[in-house]
């Protein structure tokens, strides 16, 4: 058996030595990758809600290890009192609400607490945020043992990830915080620099990011409200499927994930507070798309999300107007993957075309405290006080409004593989995202046909893969 592998960066180059028998189509195969499921001939394509990468779920403070009792909660109003550290040092905390017989205080460190009362005392002394060195020195350094460490202005990176995935990483970030910053100031949203810095914690793999803290399935970085860390990992499982989805997922979600870390510390949402899923979720979509084009990196607040488009390309190609995107999305208390997108296409069309109802909308959630509850009802209510449209018009104006958005389909613009076969007067090929699947379809082939050739070459889009194995194949 005769293995003849291309170069994987060579899109163009012609095979030139294959043996001249009489071509038999064989069969021609396209396996696409929608969003890390790999499908073949004879299945259903992936649906674009079938993601392999996805936001962290919003998760009640119990799943952080933050108990408390079931009571009504009331403002702590940042009231000093001393208390003992995870450490058992005794520091000063500011309140952040009080809950029954518990004060969820907020540490030096940045991180929340429950106590009991009886167990804090009232103080006058001055609340003194931890600096980035003494976070460093806190119990981290015995969790993270052997970790390295890299401090800026803003940011404590501990990892032991690869340097180029935390150099992307802490690029995206470090771009993305102070033009988010000035973006809220200039919409007078009142924002303060944080009081700690920003933690992010980069595991190289799966395994060790799941030892941590268990996350759902498909779930690469996520912000731990009671730690106040971003946590995430390296090696994605996607990776042997779509090298360039992988990428282009991950440090979205990355990018996700690190403004729900920025908005909690620059005071546009309080820590532990309840806001509406949509605008919770849509606002980080809006102001964290990323690219992979030229170097990975932040786009800028408010450009198109080729990936969240993706998932509504049917919704705004058809100019829906039926009323499906606009009412499920602001009553939803759970969003899956179309949910996020459609968070994202409402959040985006409100930023661009009703900004000011937007932002005062914004200002009033902003005010909305830890562990507030509100209902369902109460947050469409909300969205109508500042929106008063039909939803259907909405419907039809967002999709209008996505419409005129510049877009590249993440899916057809992604390496894709051409793998050819030639052995036993039998002549074919497979189109493919997944090196793996590229591998796996060889193995299948050299074990019916022993004496095959196989070539292997990438093209950056579908449309080119396409065009070059219709021509090899005499098509």
């Known amino acids: 058996m005769m293995h003849v592998e291309l170069?994987?960066?060579?899109?163009?180059?012609?095979?030139?030595?294959?043996?001249?028998?009489?071509?038999?189509?064989?069969?021609?195969?396209l396996v696409p990758l929608l969003f890390g499921v790999s499908r073949v001939t004879g299945q259903q394509p992936a649906k674009p809600d079938e993601p392999g990468v996805q936001p962290a779920p919003q998760a009640d403070p119990a799943d952080f290890g933050l108990l408390l009792p079931d009571a009504e909660p009331k403002p702590g109003e940042d009231r000093r009192v001393l208390v003992k550290s995870p450490s058992d040092e005794l520091v000063v905390a500011k309140t952040l609400v009080e809950v029954g017989d518990r004060l969820v205080v907020?540490?030096?460190?940045?991180?929340?607490?429950?106590?009991?009362?009886?167990?804090?005392?009232?103080?006058?002394?001055?609340?003194?945020?931890?600096?980035?060195?003494?976070?460093?020195?806190?119990p981290i350094e015995k969790t993270f043992t052997g970790f390295k460490k890299r401090t800026t202005k803003r940011y404590l990176y501990i990892y032991d990830a690869s340097e180029t995935f935390v150099k992307a990483t802490s690029t995206i970030l470090e771009t993305m915080y102070p033009a988010l910053f000035a973006y809220c100031k200039r919409q007078k949203i009142a924002v303060h620099d944080p009081d700690v810095p920003l933690v992010v914690i980069m595991f190289h793999t799966q395994d060790e990011?799941?030892?941590?803290?268990?996350?759902?399935?498909?779930?690469?970085?996520?912000?731990?409200?009671v730690t106040n860390y971003v946590v995430m990992y390296e090696q994605s499982k996607?990776?042997?499927?779509?090298?360039?989805?992988?990428?282009?997922?991950?440090?979205?979600?990355?990018?996700?994930?690190?403004v729900h870390q920025v908005l909690h510390?620059?005071?546009?949402?309080?820590?532990?507070?309840?806001?509406?899923?949509?605008?919770?979720e849509?606002?980080?979509?809006?102001?964290?798309?990323?690219?992979?084009?030229?170097?990975?990196?932040?786009?800028?607040?408010?450009?198109?999300?080729?990936?969240?488009?993706?998932e509504l390309e049917a919704f705004f190609k058809d100019g829906s107007s039926g009323g499906e995107l606009t009412a499920p999305t602001i009553e939803a208390e759970r969003l899956d993957s179309k949910g996020y997108a459609a968070a994202w296409a409402l959040t985006h069309f409100l930023a661009?075309?009703?900004?000011?109802?937007?932002?005062?909308?914004?200002k009033e959630v902003s005010g909305r405290g830890p562990l507030a509850h509100f209902t369902e009802s109460q947050n469409v209510e909300l969205f109508r006080k500042h929106f008063a449209d039909d939803f259907a018009i909405l419907d039809s104006q967002i999709a209008k409004h996505l419409q005129k958005l510049p877009y590249e389909d993440p899916i057809a613009n992604q390496t894709h593989?051409?793998?050819?076969?030639?052995?036993?007067?039998?002549?074919?090929?497979?189109?493919?995202?997944?090196?793996?699947?590229?591998?796996?379809?060889?193995?299948?082939?050299?074990?019916?046909?022993?004496?095959?050739?196989?070539?292997?070459?990438?093209?950056?889009?579908?449309?080119?893969?396409?065009?070059?194995?219709?021509?090899?194949?005499?098509?």
């Open 7 to 29: 170069p994987a960066r060579l899109p163009g180059r012609r095979v030139a030595h294959l043996t001249r028998k009489p071509m038999i189509h064989l069969f021609v195969c």
């Open 106 to 138: 907020i540490l030096p460190d940045g991180r929340l607490s429950a106590v009991v009362a009886r167990d804090a005392t009232p103080t006058d002394r001055k609340f003194e945020p931890a600096k980035t060195d003494d976070i460093a020195r806190s």
């Open 209 to 225: 990011f799941d030892k941590f803290h268990k996350m759902p399935e498909g779930v690469v970085a996520y912000y731990n409200g």
């Open 238 to 258: 996607l990776v042997e499927m779509a090298p360039d989805l992988a990428v282009k997922q991950s440090i979205s979600t990355i990018a996700h994930e690190g």
């Open 265 to 280: 510390n620059i005071g546009v949402q309080q820590r532990l507070s309840n806001w509406p899923m949509w605008i919770s």
């Open 282 to 310: 849509g606002l980080p979509e809006y102001f964290a798309p990323t690219s992979v084009g030229r170097g990975v990196r932040w786009k800028g607040v408010g450009k198109p999300n080729d990936l969240r488009m993706k």
């Open 352 to 362: 661009e075309r009703r900004q000011g109802p937007l932002f005062s909308l914004l």
């Open 417 to 475: 593989y051409v793998v050819m076969m030639q052995g036993g007067g039998l002549r074919g090929y497979i189109i493919t995202t997944s090196p793996k699947a590229a591998k796996d379809w060889q193995q299948d082939q050299s074990s019916k046909q022993p004496a095959s050739i196989f070539v292997v070459q990438a093209f950056a889009n579908a449309r080119a893969a396409e065009l070059f194995a219709k021509s090899w194949l005499g098509k």
